[in-house]
């Protein structure tokens, strides 16, 4: 579970499967970038555990791969609290249920943070023991530059 930082940044994924670790290579991109007080953590992404996550914060950015109709390394930005995420792309986490059901079941119990936002990767591969493709490679900096840019202010 966080601590008690109100803004965190939680990189999402399973390290172990390509473009699936975007999220989480993401927020060790963005450690030590960020101002004083913002916590980063990184998450498999199992749903239960991402809404534990969200206590207390009065702001939280995720970063996670997704699958849309984008090119490899497409990095884009839902503003969750106004929205759901699209249908269909982001798929559910090897537990079932991942960061979508995650982020409507807090808007369901009233937990979701006022400001909850989902920078998302377009990924390739997700072949289990691959590594992040080259245009994810390259993704994780673009993410990170805009994150740390959005907290700046």
């Known amino acids: 579970m966080a601590g008690g930082a109100s803004i965190r940044v939680i990189g999402v994924g399973n390290p172990d499967r390509g473009d699936d670790a975007a999220g989480r290579a993401v927020a060790r991109w963005l450690t030590n970038c960020l101002p004083a007080g913002v916590e980063v953590l990184e998450h498999d ?9 969200l206590e207390g914060a009065e702001a939280v950015y995720f970063i996670d791969a997704c699958v849309a109709a984008g090119p ?28 979508a059901e995650a ?10 943070p006022p400001r909850c936002v989902v920078y998302a990767i377009e990924g390739e591969s997700f072949v289990p023991g691959a590594p992040l493709s080259p245009a994810v490679s390259q993704a994780v900096a673009e993410a990170g530059g805009q994150l740390r840019a959005e907290i700046a202010g």
């Open 45 to 53: 992404g199992e749903a239960t555990g991402l809404l534990a996550c």
């Open 72 to 99: 490899p390394g497409a990095v884009r930005r839902f503003d969750v609290a106004a929205a759901p995420l699209p249908a269909g792309a982001f798929g559910c986490s090897t537990h079932g249920m991942g960061l």
């Open 103 to 112: 982020v409507e079941l807090a808007r369901t119990f009233g937990a979701l």
